[in-house]
């Protein structure tokens, strides 16, 4: 068993509805909280009811019950607001947070099929299954996608509109500023585009001098050099 499938099971919801603590208790998740990919515990700000009372916090997954300790969560003040700790096998009791056992509540074939795509060596892991898919359902999972994808861009427009005065070239040149430093140096790029402005470039774009020397952050109004983003090499791409 691997962490990264329990993740995949809790936050898809793929259990069955008869959930108890290992104290008996009943459990019913309301929100499965969401992914966190730092330090800290796995899923943040979940709601869950467990008895007669809703609790708000977080969720921490592990394979086996005892990794709490073996992980050094029970020293670390990160793992205090832990409302419950989701194990497929509790092989001890480490802790009084509330502990949930996955083991016989979702259906094993699904790890067996979890195992299928990580061990493939072909280039899309899933690229045999597709043909099973019908094609109404493959079709509206694509429309779906492309909806979505979409939605998270205009999002990302007007959320700049929004902050420079429905200036639209202002807004341009800052999401293609961005663009130009691809996922690697992207925050680079627009950090560069807020200390010099569209309006500015305008205004000296007869005068590369003077265009390059705004350019230049001016250390001595800066706290920090160190809260200069930095463009990493691009051979790291």
């Not at 869950?48 to 003040?77: C, F, M, P, Y």
């Not at 663009?179 to 807020?194: P, T």
Request: charged fraction near 25%; charge should be negative; glycine fraction near 4%.
């Amino acid at each position: 068993m691997r962490e990264e499938f329990l993740y995949y099971i809790w936050e898809n919801r793929l259990t069955d509805k008869d959930l108890k603590t290992t104290e008996g208790e009943t459990v019913e998740v309301v929100t499965t909280g969401y992914r966190n990919t730092d330090s800290g515990p796995d899923f943040l700000e979940a709601k869950i009811q467990i008895g007669d009372k809703l609790w708000a916090g977080h969720v921490e997954i592990h394979v086996k019950s005892s990794d709490w300790n073996r992980h050094g969560h029970q020293t670390d003040k990160a793992y205090k607001n832990v409302i419950l700790h989701v194990v497929y096998e509790n092989d001890s009791r480490v802790n009084d947070i509330p502990t949930l056992e996955l083991k016989g509540h979702f259906d094993e074939t699904l790890f067996s099929q979890y195992q299928k795509f990580i061990s493939s060596k072909t280039w899309i892991p899933c690229e045999k299954s597709i043909t099973k898919v019908p094609v109404f359902t493959r079709l509206s999972w694509l429309d779906r996608m492309a909806v979505e994808r979409l939605e998270s861009k205009s999002e990302t427009v007007t959320k700049t509109l929004e902050a420079n005065q429905f200036d639209w070239e202002d807004a341009f040149y800052k999401l293609l500023m961005r663009y130009f430093g691809l996922k690697v140096n992207n925050e680079a790029f627009e950090y560069l585009a807020n200390i010099l402005p569209f309006k500015t470039l305008l205004k000296h774009s007869d005068n590369l001098v003077q265009v390059e020397a705004r350019a230049v952050p001016d250390f001595s109004k800066t706290t920090s050099p160190r809260t200069i983003p930095c463009c990493s090499n691009a051979n790291s791409m």
